[in-house]
């Protein structure tokens, strides 16, 4: 798929700078709302500009969900990257990959459960973005499987690294969910209480 990205000298903002609230504005819809559900009208009120704004940063809603997942993908890096950096199979391995969860929640609770959500929405749809979305996991599951093969009580490692990704994940989708109930620190020393005997 080509991407264009046009440039005009009279624009009164830095392309790079509309283009990333835009981006912004889809993680935070996408992760809402749904990909589907979310017009471009409703990208371009959140960024509060008109649709054109949109095309002239994005060919289309599918290059801009191109461009989210992109994104999101060098925040996921963070997790691999404790992965690689953390003693093979510890319990602070899961720490730090909590930890890592917690401060990008706290940034921006959404972009933490975007690419959860267009995992479900696109689950067995066959579109190319299913794979990409696999690609993107992939980062994480390869680390930490890589992380986890010498552990004694894991025998696939790969399933293992597979169903923390999820339940992290699924710890920071109660986070956004029960914000009135719990905050994410709270949920997220309780899951890491759960698995204390790692």
Request: charged share 25%.
């Given at each position: 798929m080509t991407r264009l990205r046009i440039v005009k000298k009279d624009h009164p903002e830095p392309v790079s700078e509309t283009r990333g609230r835009i981006i912004s504005a889809?993680?935070?819809?996408?992760?809402?709302?749904?990909?589907?559900k979310t017009t471009i009208a409703d990208l371009a009120g959140a960024i509060g500009q008109t649709s054109g704004a949109i095309f002239h940063h994005f060919a289309g809603k599918e290059d801009l969900l191109y461009a989210?997942?992109?994104?999101?993908?060098?925040?996921?890096?963070?997790?691999?990257?404790?992965?690689?950096?953390?003693?093979?199979?510890?319990h602070?391995?899961?720490e730090?990959?909590?930890?890592?969860?917690?401060?990008?929640?706290?940034?921006?609770?959404?972009?933490t459960i975007c690419l959860a959500a267009?995992?479900?929405?696109?689950?067995?749809?066959?579109?190319p973005i299913e794979q990409r979305l696999k690609?993107?996991?992939?980062?994480?599951?390869?680390?930490?499987?890589l992380s986890l093969r010498n552990h004694p009580q894991i025998r696939d490692p790969r399933a293992a690294a597979i169903v923390f990704?999820?339940?992290?994940?699924?710890?920071?989708?109660?986070g956004l969910l029960r914000e009135n109930e719990y905050s994410i620190d709270t949920l997220s020393e309780t899951f890491l209480a759960m698995l204390?005997?790692?």
């Amino acid at each position: 798929m080509t991407r264009l990205r046009i440039v005009k000298k009279d624009h009164p903002e830095p392309v790079s700078e509309t283009r990333g609230r835009i981006i912004s504005a889809a993680v935070r819809l996408f992760s809402r709302q749904g990909y589907h559900k979310t017009t471009i009208a409703d990208l371009a009120g959140a960024i509060g500009q008109t649709s054109g704004a949109i095309f002239h940063h994005f060919a289309g809603k599918e290059d801009l969900l191109y461009a989210v997942v992109d994104w999101l993908a060098r925040g996921l890096k963070a997790y691999s990257d404790v992965a690689k950096r953390t003693e093979n199979g510890s319990h602070r391995l899961l720490e730090e990959t909590v930890r890592v969860m917690r401060e990008h929640y706290k940034r921006n609770p959404e972009a933490t459960i975007c690419l959860a959500a267009l995992a479900t929405e696109f689950a067995g749809s066959n579109h190319p973005i299913e794979q990409r979305l696999k690609e993107v996991y992939e980062m994480f599951v390869e680390a930490f499987a890589l992380s986890l093969r010498n552990h004694p009580q894991i025998r696939d490692p790969r399933a293992a690294a597979i169903v923390f990704l999820g339940s992290v994940q699924g710890v920071a989708i109660q986070g956004l969910l029960r914000e009135n109930e719990y905050s994410i620190d709270t949920l997220s020393e309780t899951f890491l209480a759960m698995l204390s005997k790692w």
